[in-house]
């Protein structure tokens, strides 16, 4: 059934941002209320917080019977399933746009009231970790950690980023820096991924069919995105560098007909990255298709992965800053 939104998942973020997709169902959604996912307390200093969650998309099974709620720290939001003539969305799957920042809870839950259980229900959900610098901090309200303190003291004080924040220009949003610094330092697609044909079974989990070299400290190779077009019961994995499973999909929740519309991850990796695949039977030719693109690091980017040696300290203090 894939894997759902954890406390863990959140602490396991660490390149800057991240995007995981996980895949409920397809299953018998029972009446009441089913919980899908909670995660809470993830950052170990709630009043200055390193990283934050946000619920960026949900695809679900059409049914006005069928309501969902989440929340993200105190707000709360309902939202019916329905989403008007169901034969407008593929496979009768239609997608929510949604964009809840949390920094202590996430959740979402699924309220069936339409007085029966529903078969063949699904849910699949998007979850991006952002990690925050001085400038978001300031302007969520919240206090800066040492590191700020000494990198803003460093850039001439912190009355004078707070001043930035005051007039708008900080910090600088998050689309605007994947433009200007993400893009210039795509190298292209990698040859690994692409419209793939796997074999699945129950004694090819442990056995990649699709291994990334990367050349580290040089560059790092990101998975952008997954389509399954025959939504075909495997277990898709990916590992990424130290971490295994670290995306675990259901491939039968996949109603992607269209590979030029993959679902979106952002699964970044600096040494490694890796595919497996598992079904109860054996599967011969299960269509895939993988977004993968490689970046070359500039000095801003080694800073967001990590990797400070080398990079000239006012980049590092900028970056902490939220300035680069």
Known sequence: MGTAFSESDA?????????????????????GVTPIFTALNWNAHPD???????????????????QLSWTADERSYNQGASQGFTDAAP??????????????LLSLTANNSSGANINNF????????????????LFLGKVPNAADLAAAKALGGLQKIKDLVAKGTSPVSFKKQMDAIMANQLIGDDPHGGL??????????????????VSEGVE????????????????????????QSYLQINGAAFAQTNPDTPWPVWAPAMRTSQFRAAAGATLGGVPLDLWVQKYRFSNVLKVRFGLTAGVPEETIQKVITGLA
Request: proline share 4%.
């Open 196 to 213: 793939l044909h796997i074999t699945a079974s129950a004694t090819t989990l442990g056995t990649p069919f699709s291994v990334i070299p």
């Open 91 to 104: 496979s009768n799957v239609g997608r929510l746009r949604v964009k809840a920042r949390a920094m202590q």
């Open 220 to 243: 790092f190779v990101v998975v952008r995105g997954i389509a399954i077009p025959g939504a075909t019961a495997i277990t898709l994995c990916n590992d990424r560098d130290e971490d």
């Open 11 to 31: 602490r396991q973020a660490r390149y800057w941002y991240e995007k995981r997709l996980y895949t409920w169902g397809p299953a018998t959604l029972n009446t």
């Open 122 to 137: 699904q849910i699949n959900y998007a979850i991006a970790m952002r990690h925050l610098a001085l400038t978001d901090r």
């Open 48 to 66: 200055s917080p390193d990283w934050e969650a946000v619920l960026t998309d949900i695809w679900v099974t059409q049914n006005a019977g069928v």
